[in-house]
Nanobody, 120 residues
């Protein structure tokens, strides 16, 4: 069973930086990862795209994070990162990793989430 584990969340003041990591385990030869990404969800809100990579060269960012956040991956270690700079209080959310064969995230595997809080 494929599992995703996020790490790197925490409390940071406005203007600070955090790097989130997502490690994939339980991968097997029949499981292809064609998309990996980060989503976030506030209490009582829907889960929204932050950034994702569609293998083959496409990268998408939410307009609110363009120029501040960068998604990257390590194919050897099966890791995906989210570097978050110039953090704002409105970036406070639970951040979820998503990966799998499909472009539609709800058809893929989700991690358990990591809390990011931006506050002074």
């Amino acid at each position: 069973q494929v599992q995703l584990m996020e790490s790197g969340g925490g409390l940071v003041p406005p203007g600070g930086s955090l790097r989130l990591s997502c490690a994939a385990s339980g991968l097997h030869g029949n499981f292809r990862i064609n998309a990996m990404g980060w989503y976030r969800q506030g209490e009582g809100k829907q889960r929204d795209l932050v950034a994702r990579m569609i293998f083959g060269g496409r990268t998408d960012y939410a307009d609110s994070v363009k120029g501040r956040f960068t998604i990257s991956k390590d194919d050897v270690k099966n890791l995906v990162y989210l570097q978050m700079n110039s953090l704002l209080p409105e970036d406070t959310d639970v951040y979820y990793c998503n990966a799998g064969p499909y472009v539609v995230p709800d058809m893929n595997t989700w991690g358990q989430g990591t809390q990011v809080t931006v506050s002074s």
